[in-house]
């Protein structure tokens, strides 16, 4: 983040605040006394709010943190945070190798009363809500995606307000609908989405929206492209595909893709989407005009990506094989984001074009692929 940029308009800020007798939006998060939860439920837990100084390395809980991007996060976390100041919580047994790399919890978000017990107990400062069931396997079974998309994010919300938590929740392109603008798509526009992935990430990012002007939650929310990463498996999403053409295009060089070839949708290499996190967590209040931003860094279709890839690997024989669920959300989606807010208010930028993500994947990929080999 453009560090100077970020000083001077922190400056203006508090300039404009004194001028106009305001206060900082930091100092409303400070002062939360009641939650909506113990409120109505009479829970007789004692209120308090972690008070967290910018100066001290906060504690961070990451909530399904065995998915696709959470085991990243952690690793870049913990390297800026220290080891035991980032604990990963899921369902899932975790592999041995995460296991063994630091701090790692059950936590279900559907048990209020355990997850508030790990925030307690570990004096947690951010909680970084990464549980979900995306797109694809949400139509697969909307129950479950209801419970955990809404239910869950209910009990994660509740227990941020009552304890003073600087809240992450990410949404996504998946967020809009067939009549929103979809070339680009803005920040602020009609929301009319028709996955329960979907209507389960407006309502988060609308009840976050909720919790942070009516009681001061510090809630943060980016919507997130397509996340295209090497070394972990996506969870059933609709833009997967861009992650299986690179292992199948080393493994067999012949990739069987689901959405049409002329299918655009805006993507991201993992490492921006872990950056871009860390940096909006990081950015102080003031610069933030809205709490859920679009972030992007790419858009192509899957023609394009294959064309791509075939400029290191010419002998990838790629067919089409429409998946018809996944193509009507796909067709549904943006295939422009607009992220230009995220640049003016807290200098996001992408490091990964089209070209520079390919050449990353395929050394990934490859080079593990050598080693399993050899082996
Ligand atoms: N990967 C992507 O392309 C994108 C991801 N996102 C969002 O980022 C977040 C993380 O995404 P991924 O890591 O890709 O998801 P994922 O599907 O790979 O992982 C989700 C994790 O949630 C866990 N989970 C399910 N039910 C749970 C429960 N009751 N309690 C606790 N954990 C539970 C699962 O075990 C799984 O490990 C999600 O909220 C997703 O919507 C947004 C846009 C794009
Ligand atoms: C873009 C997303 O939110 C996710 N990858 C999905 O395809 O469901």
Redesign the pocket.
Same mark, same amino acid.
């Given at each position: 983040m453009p560090v100077l940029r970020v000083l001077s308009r922190v400056a203006k800020q508090t300039l404009l605040a004194h001028e106009c007798g305001c206060q900082p939006l930091a100092v409303a998060v400070r002062n939360i006394s009641f939650s909506p939860r113990q409120v109505t439920s009479g829970s007789d837990a004692s209120f308090h709010s972690v008070s967290f100084s910018e100066t001290d390395h906060p504690k961070v809980l990451i909530?399904?943190? +065995?998915?696709? +991007?959470?085991v990243g996060l952690a690793k870049m976390l913990r390297r800026r945070f220290g080891k035991n100041n980032v604990i990963l919580?899921? @369902? #899932?047994k975790p592999p041995s190798n995460v296991f063994h790399s630091g701090p790692f919890i059950y936590?279900? @978000? &559907?048990?209020y009363k355990n997850l508030r017990e790990i925030v307690v107990n570990n004096r947690i400062t951010w909680l970084v809500? $990464? =549980?979900? &069931? +995306?797109s694809a396997?949400g139509e697969a079974n909307v129950a &479950?995606a209801r419970?955990?998309?809404i239910t869950?994010l209910h009990n994660v919300l509740d227990i941020a307000a009552e304890h003073g938590l600087r809240l992450f929740? !990410?949404?996504? @392109?998946?967020a809009f609908g067939p009549t929103s603008p979809r070339n680009p798509t803005p920040d602020l526009c009609i929301q009319r989405p028709r996955t329960i $992935?979907g209507v389960s990430?407006v309502h988060a990012e609308l009840m976050g929206e909720y919790y942070h002007h009516r009681y001061g939650l510090d809630f943060r929310c980016l #919507?997130?492209? *397509? /996340? /295209? =990463?090497a070394d =972990?498996? !996506? *969870?059933?999403?609709t833009?997967?595909y861009a992650v299986q053409i690179f292992h199948d295009a080393i493994k067999t060089g012949r990739f069987e893709c689901n959405l049409k070839p002329d299918t655009r949708l805006p993507m991201m290499y993992i490492d921006d989407?872990l950056r871009a996190t860390l940096e909006v967590m990081e950015t102080p209040a003031e610069l933030l005009t809205m709490r859920t931003y679009n972030i992007n860094a790419m858009s192509f279709t899957p023609d394009e990506l294959a064309q791509e890839v075939q400029k290191q690997l010419p002998d990838l024989h790629v067919k089409y094989n429409i998946d018809s669920v996944r193509q009507a959300i796909a067709d549904s989606w943006p295939m422009n984001f607009d992220d230009s807010n995220a640049r003016n208010d807290w200098g996001w930028k992408h490091d990964y074009d089209l070209p520079e993500l390919c050449q990353t994947m395929l050394n990934f990929i490859g080079a593990e692929t050598r080693m399993a080999q050899a082996n």
């Open positions: 909530t399904g943190g +065995l998915g696709q +991007l959470g919580s899921d @369902i #899932r936590a279900d @978000i &559907l048990d809500h $990464y =549980s979900a &069931l +995306l396997v &479950l419970a955990v998309n869950g929740v !990410p949404s996504t @392109i998946g $992935y990430k #919507r997130y492209p *397509g /996340i /295209i =990463s =972990s498996q !996506p *969870g059933g999403g833009t997967d989407c």
